[in-house]
């Protein structure tokens, strides 16, 4: 059995926060964000409905909505904006509902590739262009 402890101050910390959800739960943040260059493509202008995406992580399906941007306020004083992918199941395009929606959270565009806002999380969303079937079936 192993017993988890919280580290004294001084140790390093065991695990880093991969997600803004997870700094909150207590995993280490140690404030490394990435964040789109000035003038470059974001999230929704890289992906927009009837677009495939998948991840790194083996999810994915066809984009139905790009939400955001969302604002971080980090404890450098510095704004982070990020958006939120939203897809359904390439099985479930056409007759789905909101309840088949998926998301993808904490996205960042960064030299036309989407990244994951905290730099400790090296996820990455892949992106092609979607069917005209796919546009129609958006709802």
Not at 113 to 118: N, S
Request: overall charge neutral; hydrophobic content about 35%.
């Amino acid at each position: 059995m192993q017993i988890r402890r919280k580290p004294r101050p001084g140790e390093p910390h065991p695990h880093l926060a991969h997600s803004l959800y997870s700094a909150e739960l207590g995993a280490h943040d140690p404030g490394r964000f990435r964040l789109t260059p000035p003038f470059a493509p974001d999230v929704p202008t890289l992906v927009q409905p009837g677009m495939t995406v998948r991840t790194s992580y083996g999810t994915g399906g066809i984009v139905v909505a790009v939400e955001g941007p969302t604002i971080h306020h980090a404890q450098d004083g510095r704004e982070y904006p990020h958006f939120t992918i939203i897809y359904v199941p390439a099985k479930r395009f056409g007759r789905h509902s909101a309840t088949d929606h998926c998301w993808i959270n904490e996205c960042v565009a960064v030299g036309g590739r989407i990244l994951m806002l905290l730099e400790a999380n090296e996820d990455e969303v892949f992106f092609e262009a979607g069917t005209q079937r796919a546009k129609e079936g958006i709802r």
